[in-house]
């Protein structure tokens, strides 16, 4: 995965997770108000966090990527073993 589509990724993942945080705020009775600013916190910590999970994925000598995104590997970092 480049760059533009880990970001587009990352854009994704924070509107699906607000969804459902969303969801919980209006089940509580939390004001509008409130979410409103919770939403924009919400989705800005979400994609921070994406992003240094992202970072920690490429830590030479520490894990590398296979072909099945959800596995990760102890596998010391080559550049044969580098993710696109």
Same mark, same amino acid.
């Given at each position: 995965?480049? /760059? =533009?589509?880990?970001?587009?990724r990352c854009f994704e993942l924070a509107e699906?997770?607000?969804s459902y945080i969303e969801?919980?705020?209006?089940?509580?009775?939390i004001p509008v /108000? =409130?979410?409103d600013i919770?939403?924009?916190h919400y989705k800005e910590a979400f994609r921070h966090g994406y992003k240094h999970c992202w970072e920690d994925m490429?830590?030479?000598?520490?894990?590398k990527l296979i072909d099945n995104p959800y596995e990760l590997s102890s596998n010391p970092y080559t550049k044969s073993n580098q993710a696109s």
């Amino acid at each position: 995965m480049n /760059k =533009e589509e880990m970001e587009h990724r990352c854009f994704e993942l924070a509107e699906d997770h607000w969804s459902y945080i969303e969801d919980l705020l209006f089940a509580h009775g939390i004001p509008v /108000k =409130e979410s409103d600013i919770a939403r924009y916190h919400y989705k800005e910590a979400f994609r921070h966090g994406y992003k240094h999970c992202w970072e920690d994925m490429y830590i030479p000598g520490q894990i590398k990527l296979i072909d099945n995104p959800y596995e990760l590997s102890s596998n010391p970092y080559t550049k044969s073993n580098q993710a696109s």
